[in-house]
Structures are given as C-alpha cells and as structure tokens.
C-alpha cells in the first residue's frame, strides 16, 4: 500500500485525502499546524457565474467547480455523512448603478446554457425581496439566482476529513527528499501533495524553488441574530462586503482582501467595523445581534491572480496546488479532486495543462 502525505487540511488537502482513501488503496497521513488556514476562517458564496474576469480558462475552472459540489455532496451522503455545509439558498446581486442589472441579467442567461445550475434568473423589486429576506434595504431593485450557494468553510473540511478517516497530525512541518522518497516528520512517504496555501513557499524554498506565491488577509465577522435566518439568501454588493446568513440565526459579514499584511493573524478593528458599517446599510437587523465573533486567515494568490496544480518541477511524485485567492470555496474541492485523479494516473475534469506549475515555480540554479 503506498503511502501518501497531505501537506495542508484546508479545502484542497481535505478534498485529495477524501477522494484518495476511497479508493482504500493507500496509507495517507494528513499534516497540518491548524494556524491561518483560509478556509477555517471563511464563509463563502458559490456564484461564479456573473464574474467579469477575461481569464478564461480561470472561469472554466470556476464554473466547474460550482457545478462540482453537487457530486461532492452527493458522494459524502452515498457514504453516509452529513453535507450541511452547504445549501443552495439563493443569491442576491446588487449593483450601484442599477441600470446594468438588465446587463448581469443577459450575461447569466447566456452562462446558464452551460451552467444549467444557476437556476432561476430574475430582476426583483424592494417590495418583493421583502417578502423573503425582511428588512433589507439600500436598494431599488436586484438581481435573483437561484442556484447560488453558501458554504461554511471550516465545516466543508471537517467533514471531508472525518468521512475520509485517515490519520491526521497537528503540526508543523518540513520536506525532505531522499533517494527512496520523501520524509516528513520522521516517516517516509512515496508521494506528496503539498497544499499549504500561502505557506507553499516555505516549505518549497529549502528545495531549492522559488514560488509565486503571497499571502492575502481576510477578516469577517459572525453575528448571532434572534430569528431564523437559513432561508435567506447570500449577498453579494459590489465591493469587497459579502453577507451570507446561515441556519439558526447566524450571519457572515466580510471579507477583507489584505496583499499588505502578510501573515499577520491579529483582527483589524477599524478593517471589520468598515465592514460591519457597510453591512449595516443594507441590513440594519445587524445591531440586534447578540454576539459577535471575528475570524481572520490568509489567502494564498499569484502574481497574475490565477490558480495552479499539478506536480513539482524534477519531482513528479510531489503535487502542488494554489494560488486561489478569494475563489478558494469555489475552487478547491475541484482542485483537490483533480489531484486525487493524478495521484491515480486517472483523467480529472480540466487540462492540468491550462493551469501550470512551470508558471509559478522554478527550480533555482
């Protein structure tokens, strides 16, 4: 039985490690010091269908990786776990100038040709969005997809990797290629996928790599709410602010995109109440909360802003993936399955091709 490490239990080493051990042919040991890590810290929409990004082959990426989280749940239930993590409960999209809503409009019914999951398009007015999400206001009119998403990020990962029950190890660690294979905390492993996110650079470094890849701040704030709010659906502004209430009267306001503080981990107060001040003026239900609490982890992005995966220049049996960004919800369950593919020698769903390794990483010397 070969015997894998996973480098990384955020939502691609999960989604790899789930999709490896149910093929019950491998040892696998997931690593992870459990400090930063963006998914833990996220609570995200899955709406990539309005996106305005010329980068193609990213949305192609992107719109797979929507559709993929209807397999993926699917699996996790056939194995008889929970998959609440996620629920298609709609999306709201404003715009500030709400003339172009007429423009979002046609461009997701052209979409929906390939992506038959965005679901119901319409232009609803104030009156009729009260009906279903009341006392949200700064706004004439929007644009309703019914087939948007939420996921709650730190849960997609748990449940991947309880499902998948492989071993798991709290800590912080380093690779060593040796002629026989790879060593990680004293034990030896005949393939590796490093998906450390932002960390990828440190761990490759001592190899002799140099990565394009930095780390990216993201802050949000959850406020407990005395009603129901899981039938509501996500919003989506323009801007940074994203609100995505969630069942039992929890609601996720951010988040923050950061390329200036590095690996800093501490809550920015004036960062989150711009937020929550933002957030406030579209939903002013926010002051009867009853708690709040912050969560802060760092993104991973290159310098063109695209993701990538695959194996390791001269080391064919290490993997690597990321580069996400704030798509990392949308996009790594699907990256994490490709992986798993490649593992297998097996087809994935995308052309590893399209999103190179070769771009970002380099062997010095």
């Known amino acids: 039985m070969k015997k894998i490490a996973i480098i990384g239990a955020g939502i691609v080493g999960s989604t790899t490690a789930y999709y490896l051990a149910k093929e019950n042919a491998y040892d696998i040991t997931v690593f992870d010091e459990g400090l930063g890590q963006a998914t833990k810290a996220a609570a995200g929409i899955i709406c990539p269908w309005f996106s305005k990004r010329r980068n193609k082959v ?24 929970s998959a609440d993590f996620y629920q298609q409960s709609g999306v709201y999209l404003l715009k500030k100038q709400e003339e172009k809503l007429a423009d979002l409009y046609e461009l997701g019914k052209t979409r929906r040709a390939e992506s038959p999951l965005i679901g119901e398009l319409k232009i609803l007015q104030k009156e009729e969005v009260e009906r279903v999400f009341p006392g949200l206001q700064g706004f004439e009119a929007l644009l309703y997809a019914s087939g948007g998403a939420r996921v709650e990020g730190s849960q997609l990962t748990e449940s991947l990797l309880v499902a998948s029950g492989v071993k798991r190890v709290h800590e912080k660690v ?39 890849v930095r780390p990216q701040k993201g802050q949000l704030r959850d406020y407990q709410l005395p009603i129901e709010t899981g039938a509501y659906p996500v919003l989506m502004p323009e801007g940074e602010l994203d609100m995505i209430p969630f069942a039992g009267g929890k609601v996720s306001v951010g988040a923050s995109h950061e390329n200036d503080r590095g690996f800093d981990l501490t809550p920015d107060r004036v960062v989150l109440e711009t937020l929550e001040h933002e957030a406030l003026g579209y939903y002013a239900g926010l002051k009867e909360a ?54 297998q020698g097996k087809s994935g769903l995308l052309e590893a091709a399209d999103y190179p390794v070769s771009r970002y990483i380099q062997k010095r010397g």
């Open 58 to 81: 990213w949305y192609k990426m992107a719109r797979l990786g929507a559709d993929f989280y209807q397999k993926l749940v699917a699996d996790l239930e056939n194995d008889g776990f």
């Open 174 to 212: 380093n690779l060593e290629v040796l002629s026989d294979g790879y060593q990680i905390a004293g034990q030896l492993f005949d393939s590796v996928v490093v998906a450390a996110g932002a960390w990828l650079s440190e761990i490759l470094a001592p190899l002799g790599y140099d990565v394009d």
């Open 290 to 343: 009853s708690s709040v609490s912050e969560r802060v982890g760092i993104r991973a992005y290159t310098s063109d802003f695209s993701p990538f995966y695959g194996s390791l220049p001269e080391e064919k049996k290490v993997y690597v993936a990321s580069g996400l960004g704030s798509s990392g919800l949308t996009t790594g369950p699907l990256i994490g399955y490709e992986l798993a593919q490649m593992l």
